[in-house]
């Protein structure tokens, strides 16, 4: 998957901002480039789960049709664990399409950011490169 640095420097700013909870968001594009990224509500506001604020997500889902966009990526922070996703991240995968991206805060100096697509419970990693 090809994601802009700018891209990542968000993901990664937004994990930070929010910790000690989890942070999530959208990225949205075309042909599984991310061109869009949508900072979400984490309806948790927990360290160890995240949710996003259904109203917040219907809106946004809308917005990305409206505008011809596709759901590229869904990401999250881990705040204490490893960029892999979870046994409930993996649970509660419910779109097959979507690039599953995690970043690790676990050394809050050294973030790292994994990519997996998760389909009916089995993880597969996803090349990320970044432009």
């Known amino acids: 998957m090809n994601l802009d640095q700018r891209v990542v420097d968000d993901i990664i700013e937004q994990a930070r901002a929010e910790h000690p909870n989890e942070a999530c968001g959208l990225l949205a594009g075309k ?3 991310a061109t869009k990224l949508y900072r979400m509500t984490n309806a948790e506001r ?7 604020e259904p109203s917040e997500q219907l809106r ?4 990305m049709d409206d505008a011809g966009l596709d759901l590229v990526a869904i990401y999250h922070s881990h705040t204490r664990s490893p960029a892999y996703p979870s046994t409930t991240d993996v649970q509660l995968a419910y779109y097959p399409e ?26 597969d990693e996803v090349e990320l490169v970044y432009t």
Request: glycine share 8%.
């Open 31 to 33: 042909n599984g480039d």
């Open 46 to 52: 927990s360290p160890v789960i995240y949710r996003m």
């Open 98 to 123: 979507a690039v599953y991206l995690i970043v690790s805060l676990r050394d809050p100096n050294k973030p790292e950011l994994r990519g997996f697509k998760i389909t009916e419970g089995k993880v």
């Open 60 to 63: 946004v889902f809308n917005e």
